[in-house]
């Protein structure tokens, strides 16, 4: 005798209860991707709109001394924050650009500036993109004239014995050719 399965309520619960676990660990899930825009607002305003903006600048333009490619206003690392609080209180007690820049720079080295000054430091660091074009370019004006001179020996370069060669295929190519289109005159030849 075969029992078939019947539905109770209990699959049917668990059914409702796995669907209930489903959007509950989706929403879970949402809730955890959206913690790191909440860690970037900052909300300490400074005293005018025009400190603001040379606020926004700067910190988009120095480098985290803990993070490998971005800048305090990106890094969320607790250096970066320290920084940003540095220079927001700079800004507040009247420091230039300038000023700040060399605070920076005398706390933590070059390291945190993305354009470092023209110095002897650091002309390998600004020709270096500019060498490696010009050996780039070179390299192509070197292949592509390797490759055309070797095109032109190829086209010139037979021996006697291969042109005495390729004159005899000419030539039984050409009586071939003349039999196939006057096949009488080869006939009485």
Same mark, same amino acid.
Request: include cysteine; proline fraction near 4%; hydrophobic fraction near 40%.
């Given at each position: ?15 409702g ?36 903006e ?8 120095? &480098? ?42 005398? &706390? ?6 993305? &354009? ?26 070197f ?47």
């Amino acid at each position: 005798m075969i029992v078939e399965p019947q539905r109770n309520a209990s699959v049917y619960f668990l059914r409702g209860r796995f669907v209930t676990l489903k959007k509950a660990t989706l929403l879970l899930l949402l809730s955890v991707l959206c913690l790191p825009v909440w860690g970037v607002i900052e909300v300490d305003r400074l005293s005018s709109p025009a400190l603001s903006e040379r606020y926004q600048y700067l910190v988009a333009e120095y &480098r985290c001394p803990k993070c490998q490619n971005q800048n305090l206003a990106e890094s969320n690392s607790p250096i970066s924050i320290d920084l940003r609080t540095e220079i927001r209180r700079l800004l507040e007690e009247g420091a230039s650009d300038a000023q700040i820049s060399d605070y920076l720079v005398a &706390r933590y080295g070059e390291f945190v500036l993305y &354009r470092p000054k023209v110095k002897n430091s650091t002309y390998l660091l600004w020709l270096a993109p500019a060498v490696l074009l010009l050996l780039g370019l070179l390299v192509i004006v070197f292949i592509v004239r390797r490759q055309k001179r070797a095109v032109n020996t190829s086209k010139t370069a037979l021996s006697s014995t291969e042109q005495a060669a390729l004159q005899a295929l000419l030539g039984t190519a050409e009586k071939q050719n003349d039999k196939t289109v006057n096949p009488n005159e080869a006939e009485s030849k």
